[in-house]
């Protein structure tokens, strides 16, 4: 990536992402404990079914009406949902770039308040590093939406209220490896600002952070974190790749994504656009066919030929935009 590539991702607003691990049992790591059809709803949202993932999670809301975790993980859900359908080709890049307000954000901004209002309630009766981990996941949350839409402001303020929950949970429980890689990740984001930004971030009050630390804590939360582990994967590859320009470094973290979850085009496209950095062109290939080889799209919108397939009842808009951007990074010179 040539480096006048650089200045438009130094002027972008620290967004802070939260996560969550997929694994086939019960999890229970730095005091967070989750039921298996949490786990269930994670694997299939993570493998490309955000659908399925909430259809769970609605159920976890009804037999858990007091608990934050089925509204974090439908929030969650409907962001993939968004990423993807939001992702474009933009300085070389495929990410979800700027966009504005949607109807939908209204119902994912409510989801998010919702998880911050069940753990301030769950705090007000007894305070745990569980529940911060959660008001803070639901801040991170409202940040990340605020940051595609360019509000800038209020994605600093979300952030920092992120970063003080999660430094809370560190307080109560420095093992809180989730809380670890939301703080990892503000450090991450804020020691990449331009100097102009951290200047006016200084002026805002919006603390520093460290790119290197970042760095590690987000490892920690990889290794060891049960809501923050799957993106936390996927936002330092990705990171790797914008900021840095640490391709190979970028492929190493992002490769266990696609292993576990190969039905994902969001990480297909990654790993396949991260290749066509380093001029690999056939491996590059192999993850955009991939792609347009996913069965939700040979059976839903198998072309796009003419045919405005992404507003089908057929076919999901993250499919139909995940098989446009493929195709077109198959017919560009690399």
């Not at 991170?140 to 209220?161: I, M, N, P, S, T």
């Not at 970063?163 to 560190?170: D, Q, S």
């Not at 496209?269 to 001029?279: F, K, P, Q, R, T």
Request: aromatic share 10%; with cysteine; glycine share 6%.
């Amino acid at each position: 990536m040539r480096d006048a590539h650089v200045g438009p991702f130094l002027r972008t607003p620290v967004t802070i992402f939260f996560a969550v691990l997929v694994m086939a049992l019960p999890i229970r790591a730095g005091g967070l404990t989750l039921p298996p059809e949490a786990t269930e709803a994670m694997a299939r949202m993570y493998d490309g079914d955000p659908e399925a993932a909430i259809v769970i999670a609605k159920k976890l809301q009804q037999s858990q009406p007091d608990h934050p975790l089925g509204f974090l993980l439908e929030a969650e859900a409907e962001w993939w949902k968004t990423y993807c359908a939001a992702s474009e080709i933009k300085y070389g890049m495929v990410d979800a770039w700027k966009r504005g307000k949607n109807p939908e954000d209204e119902t994912y901004l409510a989801l998010s308040d919702k998880v911050i209002k069940l753990a301030q309630a769950q705090l007000s009766q007894s305070e745990s590093a569980e529940m911060h981990v959660y008001a803070g996941t639901g801040y991170a949350l409202k940040a990340r939406l605020f940051g595609l839409r360019g509000e800038h402001h209020a994605v600093a303020h979300a952030g920092v209220w992120a970063r003080k929950e999660f430094l809370r949970a560190l307080q109560l429980d420095p093992d809180m490896a989730d809380a670890t890689a939301g703080i990892g990740l503000y450090d991450y984001y804020v020691d990449s600002f331009s100097s102009i930004v951290k200047m006016l971030g200084f002026f805002m009050g919006i603390p520093g952070g460290n790119k290197q630390e970042g760095i590690r804590q987000m490892q920690m939360g990889i290794e060891r974190g049960v809501l923050m582990s799957v993106d936390t994967r996927f936002y330092l590859a990705n990171n790797l790749r914008k900021y840095d320009h640490k391709y190979e470094e970028a492929i190493t973290v992002a490769e266990p994504l696609v292993a576990q979850y190969p039905h994902n085009p969001v990480y297909l496209l990654l790993l396949g656009n991260l290749n066509a950095e380093l001029s690999q062109r056939d491996k590059a290939a192999e993850y955009f066919h991939a792609v347009l080889n996913l069965p939700a799209i040979q059976t839903s919108c198998p072309s796009s030929s003419g045919v405005a397939d992404a507003d089908a009842a057929n076919c999901a808009t993250c499919f139909a935009r995940a098989r446009d951007i493929a195709n077109s990074l198959l017919a560009s010179p690399q």
